[in-house]
T-cell receptor
Framework: AQKVTQAQTEISVVEKEDVTLDCVYE???????LFWYKQPPSGELVFLIR??????QNEISGRYSWNFQKSTSSFNFTITASQVVDSAVYFC?????????????FGTGTLLAVQP | NAGVTQTPKFQVLKTGQSMTLQCAQD?????MSWYRQDPGMGLRLIHY???????DQGEVPNGYNVSRSTTEDFPLRLLSAAPSQTSVYFC??????????????FGPGTRLLVL
């Protein structure tokens, strides 16, 4: 069965601190996709990144970086020099590579609070 | 492009009432889905569609109906609302093209309260 675990329910940091959000996934598929979405207090879901199972290169986008490790089934998200605007719920999600369902399995989310 | 739009933004229903949550996208996406978000449970798939005229059930389909008569629209119907359907509902769409179909884009959500 597929599963995504975000063990950190809430994280609180002070502005300018670095913070890492953990994501561990389970799947038997050899082809799959991993995602991170941000849900700010306004409620919408904002797509941040997609990573497929064949690409283990880490990715950096500004203050955001992602560390994908198949050996530990993890896809962790790091925010460098956090800002108040980063305060949100962050979801990690998994999609298998087969079929046409496009079904996403979501973790339960991590609430990040960045204090000024 | 407006992207994915949802109406209404907020709705209060009484138990047993029916209603339709509207979802539309202007990106010519083949795939559309409905998810519900409940506290501590992330998002769960209700129904999805891979194209006009084709729909199927997701993880939590009971109490909901869908249809897809056009590429643009994918309404979600609650036939007889129950308090357990109090939730935030998100519609999502994605392309069927390789390299793009894996990423779903979400609407702003509809917050539903069933009394």
């Amino acid at each position: 069965a597929q599963k995504v675990t975000q063990a950190q329910t809430e994280i609180s940091v002070v502005e300018k601190e670095d913070v890492t959000l953990d994501c561990v996934y389970e799947t038997r598929d050899t082809t799959y996709y991993l995602f991170w979405y941000k849900q700010p207090p306004s409620g919408e879901l904002v797509f941040l990144i997609r990573r497929n199972s064949f690409d283990e290169q880490n990715e950096i986008s500004g203050r955001y970086s992602w560390n994908f490790q198949k050996s530990t089934s993890s896809f962790n998200f790091t925010i460098t020099a956090s800002q108040v605007v980063d305060s949100a719920v962050y979801f990690c999600a998994l999609r298998d590579g087969r079929g046409a369902t496009n079904k996403l399995i979501f973790g339960t989310g991590t609430l990040l609070a960045v204090q000024p | 492009n407006a992207g994915v739009t949802q109406t209404p933004k907020f709705q209060v229903l009484k138990t047993g009432q029916s209603m339709t949550l509207q979802c539309a996208q202007d990106m010519n996406h083949e795939y559309m889905s409905w998810y519900r978000q409940d506290p501590g449970m992330g998002l769960r798939l209700i129904h999805y569609s891979v194209g006009a005229g084709i729909t199927d059930q997701g993880e939590v389909p009971n109490g909901y109906n869908v249809s897809r008569s056009t590429t643009e629209d994918f309404p979600l119907r609650l036939l007889s609302a129950a308090p357990s359907q109090t939730s935030v509902y998100f519609c999502a769409s994605s392309s069927a093209r390789t390299g793009g179909r894996e990423t779903q884009y979400f609407g702003p959500g509809t917050r539903l309260l069933v009394l």
